[in-house]
């Protein structure tokens, strides 16, 4: 079920029927266009957020290129395969939080079956079920056992870029960002992944339009579901 393999790019550990880590097996990186933009634009010295780490493809690759990562992955047992993939690839200059980046200081959980996209799998009957562990969206919760946190009331060093994968709660986590945002003016990538944006998170393209006016930032499109903001001149 678990398989350690290597790659071009780095050895990583993963389950095996999951579909990142079958990119992998096929040493095909993850996110190409956000790889592109890491190696064209983040320099030695800038600190960055990889939110919606996973297993830590992103992370990795980040660490290679900058001084310093915030690694924020939701979910323990893919939050355990990335801190062994940053050990075993050496990457000292990674700091890996099990939380979720939120919009509140909240409690969340995994969504209901009903709310996540079906052909990802039901994870409430066993993580041998999931074909997609990226692919899960988050709900809040009383008694989850996810912690949402505001990333505004943890990182306090100057952010020069954030990359944000976190399967329609994207806009959310960026919101816990804001004092970031607006003190450091990062470059951010995003994703907006509509029927989850709307079944886990009630939010809306124009949800985010809004946002990014509020704090004067432009947005480019450079993927199918990927966003590049940056601020307006």
């Known amino acids: 079920m678990i398989k350690i393999i290597k790659t071009s790019f780095?050895?990583?550990m993963g389950y095996e029927h999951d579909a990142l880590f079958k990119s992998l097996i096929e040493n095909k990186f993850h996110d190409p266009e956000i790889g592109l933009f890491i190696e064209k634009n983040i320099k030695p010295e800038d600190v960055c957020i990889d939110i919606g780490a996973n297993i830590g493809t992103?992370?990795?690759?980040?660490?290679k290129h900058c001084k310093f990562v915030y690694s924020i992955e939701p979910q323990l047992n893919i939050y355990l395969a990335l801190c062994g993939n940053l050990f075993i690839n050496e990457c000292n200059n990674v700091k890996p939080l099990n939380i979720a980046a939120y919009s509140e200081n909240k409690t969340l959980s995994i969504a209901s079956k009903e709310k996540l996209d079906g052909w990802v799998g039901d994870i409430h009957e066993g993580l041998d079920k999931v074909k997609s562990f990226g692919s899960v969206s988050l709900e809040e919760k009383e008694t989850g056992d996810i912690k949402g946190k505001k990333l505004e009331d943890i990182i306090k060093e100057k952010i020069n870029f954030i990359k944000v994968d976190a399967e329609g709660g994207?806009?959310?986590?960026?919101?816990?960002?804001?004092?970031?945002?607006?003190?450091?003016?990062?470059?951010?990538?995003?994703e907006f992944h509509k029927s989850c944006s709307k079944k886990c998170y009630n939010r809306t393209w124009e949800d985010y339009c809004k946002f990014f006016?509020?704090?004067?930032y432009k947005m480019t499109q450079i993927?199918?579901?990927?966003?590049?903001?940056?601020?307006?001149?």
């Not at 994207?170 to 995003?190: Q, T, V, Y």
């Not at 006016?213 to 004067?216: D, S």
């Open 10 to 12: 780095g050895n990583f």
């Open 223 to 233: 993927s199918e579901r990927d966003f590049l903001a940056e601020p307006n001149e």
């Open 58 to 63: 992103m992370s990795v690759f980040l660490s």
């Open 170 to 190: 994207d806009l959310d986590a960026l919101i816990g960002c804001k004092k970031i945002i607006e003190n450091d003016n990062p470059r951010i990538i995003f």
């Open 213 to 216: 006016k509020q704090i004067n």
